[in-house]
């Protein structure tokens, strides 16, 4: 079956970094586009960055462009996103997806930004 492992998150200061890991297993992620997601407390979830399956093409969010970095390994089933120069709005749940499986859903990772 279909299933996203999210991990990474935690409690960071602004202006810190957090690495998000994404492990997926039951498809073949290397022909999948990936993306991750996040939801904060009381609002919709957003689209944060996108990856081609190759990963020869990525595409982000205005709100996180140039401190956001989404990256993928095909041997390992994995997708992350680096997260840098982090501030308060950031905080929410993360959850990784794939295109091509849009109704499945991990448990996603909390990232905290707070000082």
């Known amino acids: 079956q279909v299933q996203f492992v999210e991990s990474g998150g935690g409690l960071v200061q602004p202006g810190g970094s957090l690495r998000l890991s994404c492990a997926a297993s039951?498809?073949?992620?290397?022909?999948?586009?990936m993306r991750w997601y996040r939801q904060a407390p009381g609002k919709e979830r957003e689209l944060v960055a996108t990856?081609?399956?190759?990963?020869?093409?990525?595409n982000y969010a205005d709100s996180v462009k140039g401190r956001f970095t989404i990256s993928r390994d095909n041997a390992k089933s994995t997708v992350y996103l680096q997260m840098n120069s982090l501030k308060p709005e950031d905080t929410a749940v993360y959850y990784c997806?794939?295109?091509?499986?849009?109704?499945?859903w991990g448990q996603g990772t909390q990232v905290t930004v707070s000082s």
């Open positions: 997806n794939a295109l091509q499986f849009r109704g499945y």
């Open positions: 990856i081609l399956s190759d990963g020869s093409s990525t």
């Open positions: 039951g498809f073949t992620f290397s022909i999948c586009v």
